[in-house]
Each structure stands twice: as C-alpha cells, then as structure tokens.
T-cell receptor
Framework: GNSVTQMEGPVTLSEEAFLTINCTYT??????LFWYVQYPGEGLQLLLKATKADDKGSNKGFEATYRKETTSFHLEKGSVQVSDSAVYFC??????????FGDGTTLTVKP | ETGVTQTPRHLVMGMTNKKSLKCEQHLGHNAMYWYKQSAKKPLELMFVYSLEERVENNSVPSRFSPECPNSSHLFLHLHTLQPEDSALYLC????????????????FGEGSRLTVL
C-alpha cells in the first residue's frame, strides 16, 4: 500500500534559522504530493503542492520539489519566523483520489 | 476560511449521551471525509463519501454513524462513546473525478474538539 514517512519531531529552531523537514513516500503510479500545515487550534490547510516529477511547490517562503528518483518531497524554508510554529504534514494523493498522510512534524520557532 | 465549516467547535458529552457533529462545505465539491486526530497518533481516516455514497469505512466502531444527506453536508452521529474517543474530528472535502479541477487537494474544516467524560 501507499505510505508517507516524514521526519520525526519535535523540531525546535531559532528565528531566522534554515528549516528542512524530510518526507519520503511509497506509492504506485504518479501521485500528487502535498504539504499541509496545522496551526494551534485549527484544522489542516494546504501549504504547497506538486503534481508531477521535478515540479516545485512554493508558498509563504516554503518550498518542496517532487523528486521521483528518490521518492522524496522535502520541505524547506530559508529563514523561519515564530509565526511558522505549527505541525506540518506531508501527504500524497493517488490518481484514484486516495490520500495518505505522514504522522506530522511539530515545529517550534523561538525568538 | 477554507470553505468548510464544522459545528460545534467544542463538545463535551457523557458516555450515555447522543450528539452529532455537522460539516458543511461551500466549495461545490463531490467528496467529503471524516478524520480523527488524537494526541500523539497519526491522522486516521474514518469515512469517505463520494457523490453522497459511502465508499470507505475504515473499521470504525458502530458508535460512530455518518450521514451524508447531500453533497454539501456531512454529519457524524455519536452515541455511547468511550473516553478514548476524545479527539479532534476533522471534516474535509475534495473534488474527485476526471476533467477539470481534480488536484487531489483536501480542504479541511477547523475541527470539532470532542471530550467524552
């Protein structure tokens, strides 16, 4: 079956530090890949996505590139802010519309 | 504002109560989902409705009963719950099928925080 494995947390960084959260996946076919973010007390919301190999998704300074050869979709941001503190979920959706989520990585950014 | 509204946001109930969670989506989507999010556990998919028909039921206990009266509304009826059912229940919607608009993206509500005493 499909699976998503993401870096275990929690991750604690100082403001303006570089962020990487690793994500690898296993799936048949050519899934679409997503990063969702969940701020405290809220539901998940889409952060960025990529629908085919070598696509780069980006939003709010975050980026992730769909790497088919390494089955990865690592999330990066050059300079994190306190307001980026949240839980980040890597996910895939197959062509059949079935979604699989990673376990989530909690990020805390300290001033 | 994601276009998916859940009510109530918070609910406290005893084990003998009957209550319902409501979800409404204003996005014109044709699929709706219930997820359970417990502390320190992965997100669990509970039910999927596509075109108002239940297409997935992931071994959820019968004390949870979903209802999808139309493509915009989804309910989760709760009865004789256990304390371990305390969690955040998330509703989501998506547009499935071929043609334009299918991206695989899920749109989530803000969740209903359920506490079972």
């Amino acid at each position: 079956g499909n699976s998503v494995t993401q870096m275990e947390g929690p991750v604690t960084l100082s403001e303006e530090a570089f962020l990487t959260i690793n994500c690898t996946y296993t799936a048949t076919g050519y899934p679409s890949l997503f990063w969702y973010v969940q701020y405290p007390g809220e539901g998940l919301q889409l952060l960025l996505k990529a629908t085919k190999a070598d696509d780069k998704g980006s939003n709010k300074g975050f980026e992730a590139t769909y790497r088919k050869e390494t089955t990865s979709f690592h999330l990066e941001k050059g300079s994190v802010q306190v307001s980026d503190s949240a839980v980040y979920f890597c996910a895939l959706t197959t062509n059949a519309g079935k979604s699989t989520f990673g376990d989530g990585t909690t990020l805390t950014v300290k001033p | 504002e994601t276009g998916v509204t859940q009510t109530p946001r918070h609910l406290v109930m005893g084990m003998t109560n009957k209550k319902s969670l409501k979800c409404e989506q204003h996005l014109g989507h044709n699929a709706m989902y219930w997820y359970k999010q417990s502390a320190k556990k992965p997100l669990e998919l509970m039910f999927v409705y596509s075109l108002e028909e239940r297409v997935e039921n992931n071994s959820v206990p019968s004390r949870f009963s979903p209802e999808c009266p139309n493509s915009s509304h989804l309910f989760l009826h709760l009865h004789t719950l256990q304390p371990e059912d305390s969690a955040l229940y998330l509703c989501a919607s998506s547009q499935e099928g071929g043609g334009g608009g299918h991206t695989g993206e899920l749109f989530f509500g803000e969740g209903s925080r359920l506490t079972v005493l």
